[in-house]
């Protein structure tokens, strides 16, 4: 079956964890989107949520999928935060694909769970993908130059319907950067969090508390 019918395996049996009550963290992606789609289907069916999104995309697929959002302000506890990756390794995972990483990042740590959803294709057995930065836009310069000191290649996130560059829905730009393989994905992460200028990063260490994949044969849990 199509990748997308794995997305939705992964989405959906994360979606089934959700209890009556809780407010869940709604994450960026088209895997994420599959989980937020059915939790449409069980708010449709009688449960009762509210979620917290985590891009305007999340937040537009939330709307239309029918799950009452919420915000942080108003919220004690997040029990769940449902959320995809670009590669996952364990509980560490390289995110920010779809440059929405600084809100899924504190969105999706402020959970009591965090459950990742993913296709097959999205694990490894060591982290090796760009880590996306989001960088405020007259920092670029003398970020790329500090992310290159620390043995990076940044390349800034051109747009494709749009002329010019990606910019997030914080006003920033996105410089991927590639270190190549991340040996210690919490060394890098505390190198990239201490450079000025990085608004956040797409290291997300020992992060994950759940990874569901959907496979041919159904979903695996792959951590813990
Ligand atoms: O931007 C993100 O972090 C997304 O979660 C992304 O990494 C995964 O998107 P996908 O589910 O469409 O592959």
């Not at 004690?76 to 995809?84: C, E, K, P, R, S």
């Not at 201490?194 to 792959?222: K, Q, Y």
Request: aromatic share 2%; with cysteine; hydrophobic share 40%.
């Amino acid at each position: 079956s199509d990748t997308q019918a794995l997305k939705r395996r992964a989405g959906e049996s994360a979606a089934n964890l959700v209890e009556d009550g809780m407010v869940v963290g709604l994450g960026t992606g088209s895997t994420a989107a599959e989980a937020i789609r059915a939790l449409g289907d069980r708010v449709d069916a009688g449960l009762d949520i509210a979620g917290v999104p985590t891009s305007y995309q999340s937040r537009e697929l939330a709307r239309e999928a029918g799950v009452p959002l919420t915000t942080l302000a108003d919220v004690d506890t997040l029990g769940i935060a449902i959320d995809g990756a670009d590669q996952i390794v364990g509980a560490d995972l390289v995110k920010g694909g779809g440059a929405a990483h600084a809100r899924e990042k504190y969105v999706d740590a402020a959970a009591e769970r965090f459950v990742v959803v993913a296709d097959p294709s999205k694990t490894a057995s060591v982290l090796d993908h760009p880590v996306p930065v989001e960088v405020l836009p007259d920092a670029k310069p003398v970020v790329a130059d500090t992310v290159r000191n620390l043995g990076a290649e940044p390349s800034l996130r051109e747009a494709e319907r749009k002329d010019g560059p990606v910019v997030t829905d914080n006003g920033n730009l996105v410089l991927d950067c590639d270190f190549g393989e991340l040996p210690n994905p919490g060394a890098t992460a505390l190198d990239l969090d201490a450079v000025p200028g990085i608004v956040e990063h797409g290291v997300f260490p020992s992060m994950a508390d759940e990874v569901h994949v959907g496979t041919e044969d159904g979903v695996t849990v792959e951590y813990p």
